[in-house]
């Protein structure tokens, strides 16, 4: 049986402005997307791209007390037999699931519907949505737009004393990865140009905060 996207949202009713249904729907349509350019399967994409931050229960319980891409994809194993799916297909979406976060060298994306996820949620971190999401989450962390990095950072990703994880920080330590971290070639097409975006942004960013713009 096919998900819906309206029974979808039902489950992203408590997330924040970053991980909310809208970013769901943006990964989901990204991932139709570079679905049909590299012929993957929709059905396992479109699948794993509604319940990949799904998370599945409340943070009490035992599934969101896990990470929340174990959290998801416990989650959709449920949801999916409860539609009776194969266990195959379930097990593909699973994987889709767990190998889509940036930060889990644990799994790797295998298949091409698993890369095509990881793909379509990175791209929603760059580009001009990008810049919403990382100032968003920094205004919601309660930590600045901007500050100067440190060398120790810049050299090697640790921060020194005192110095805090800003939205710059987040650009220089992650974002700007992500165009090499890209799986598919229609995926990395589209973070060059999503890319270029981003650093004309911080660059602007920058100038304004030292009152040089």
Known sequence: MKLKIEEARTW????????????????????????????ADLEIVRAAALLHDSQGSDPGSESGRLEHHQASAKFAAAVLKEKDWEQEKIEAVQHCILAHRFRNPAEKPKTLEAKIIFDADKLDAIGAVGVARVIGYA?????????????????????IEGEKHSAYHEHLFKLRKLPERMHTPTARAIADERLRYLDDYFERLIAEWQGEK
């Open 12 to 39: 992203y009713q408590e997330t924040d402005a970053v991980h909310n249904f809208d970013h769901i729907m943006r990964v989901y349509r990204m991932a139709e997307r570079l679905a049909k350019a590299e012929g």
């Open 139 to 159: 205004a919601i962390a309660g930590t600045p737009f901007y500050e100067k990095p440190s060398a120790k950072f810049l050299e090697s990703w640790q921060k």
